[in-house]
């Protein structure tokens, strides 16, 4: 994945440089920390200005290490607690902000990895469902592989050939198939595959020698190969989106099954129910009677992929993500809880459509 973002022309490697390009002179955090002191009040602000740059990096980070967008955000706040409460260890002359704040999110993340169980998609909890069968009971939320809104953890900013990258490696496939690693052999990988640090940079950040990072990296890899199943890529044409909405709102059976994959799936946590098939969906979408017509769909992103907020009568219902592969839908998540779309900045309640 780097090699790629390095073919397509896009920059290889993050450095530590935290420049400020004013012109002719680059003014570096550490002049300014040097004018103002950290210990005053004018050199804290500074510093939690310089700290809030890296929160859609390390949410990004975070939520690969724990797939999960909520405690994603809990991770990096307490990194960057931490970091503001012990700004006066920083050493810039031995570390630059950047590989000390991750050094600060990987310990904070190893730390919650302790606790929880394997989080994961429906489709890896067991086999398909037949249509019309029984959805079983609802599972723990934390069986299942939690979204995160693009805009928590996604620079827009970026290079478009890093951006893409970026989307690539948070989707909900790749995501989940992070979850299968160790989770330092995760950290390796992410570090080195998706963020492109070097391996004396990795060692440094794990306390350990680059040929153990190499070593580790090359069985991360092995795990991926075998369990990440390529999902949706490129640019999601707006036409698709908008069929699926017209179809979805007027339960068009017949509109929504031309817009899908031969092997499309559908899921929706926390059942661990899931259909494998085109003509399995339009079976089920049959026997549903109607179930979902007349609902409403808001639009967002999730997980570099388009997603929506589903509400029904008014009220939100929860959140509905697209895999789009090669101009068809290869997969629709919904994840059934409505607080979810609070994390989106969706309301909880729509005003009743204008009746002309």
């Known amino acids: 994945m780097c090699l790629d973002v390095a073919e397509a022309g896009g920059p290889r490697r993050h450095t530590c ?37 890296h929160r859609v990096e390390l949410t990004g980070y975070c939520y690969r290490m724990l797939a999960c967008g909520a405690e994603a955000e809990d991770a990096v706040q307490e990194t ?15 570390a630059c902000l950047r590989t000390w704040l991750h050094r ?11 606790s929880v169980q394997r989080r994961a998609l429906a489709m890896d909890l067991g ?11 609802p599972l723990s939320a934390a069986a299942f592989v939690q979204p995160v809104p693009d805009r928590r953890a996604l620079s827009i900013d970026g290079d478009p050939a890093e951006l893409a990258v970026q989307r690539e490696t948070i989707r909900l496939a790749f995501v ?17 595959e998706v963020l492109c640090w070097s391996a004396e940079e990795v060692a440094g ?25 390529p999902g949706g890529t490129g640019e999601v044409e707006e036409d698709l989106l908008g069929r699926y909405v ?16 031969e092997d499309a799936t559908m899921s929706m946590p926390p059942f661990a129910w899931w259909l494998g098939g085109r003509e399995a969906i339009r079976a089920a979408l049959l026997g549903a009677a109607g179930m979902c017509a007349d609902d409403r769909l808001v639009r967002t992103a999730a997980n570099g992929s388009p997603a929506f907020g589903q509400y029904r009568d008014g009220q939100a219902l929860g959140l ?17 809880e409505p607080s979810l779309l609070a994390l989106f900045g969706l309301p909880m309640n729509l005003e009743p459509p204008r009746r002309m």
């Open 17 to 53: 440089g935290e420049g400020i390009d004013t012109g002719p002179e680059l003014i570096t955090a550490w002049t300014l920390e040097s004018s103002f002191g950290i210990g005053s009040y004018r050199g804290r602000v500074m510093f939690e200005d310089r700290l809030e740059v």
């Open 80 to 94: 960057l607690f931490r970091a503001w409460k012990n700004a006066d260890r920083f050493d810039e002359g031995k």
């Open 205 to 229: 950040l794990l306390d350990t020698s680059p040929a153990a990072v190499n070593s580790a990296l090359q069985r991360a890899r092995a795990t991926m190969s075998a369990r990440h199943r």
């Open 246 to 261: 017209q179809a979805f709102t007027a339960y068009d059976v017949d509109g929504l099954v031309a817009l899908l994959h």
């Open 320 to 336: 509905v993500m697209l895999d789009v592969r090669d101009g068809l839908i290869a997969g629709t998540t919904t994840y059934l």
């Open 176 to 192: 989940a198939a992070l979850q299968h690693l160790p989770p330092r052999q995760r950290a390796v990988l992410i570090l080195r």
């Open 104 to 114: 600060i999110a990987t310990n904070v993340c190893l730390d919650m990895t302790r």
């Open 127 to 137: 086999p398909s469902s037949p249509a019309g069968g029984f959805l079983g009971a």
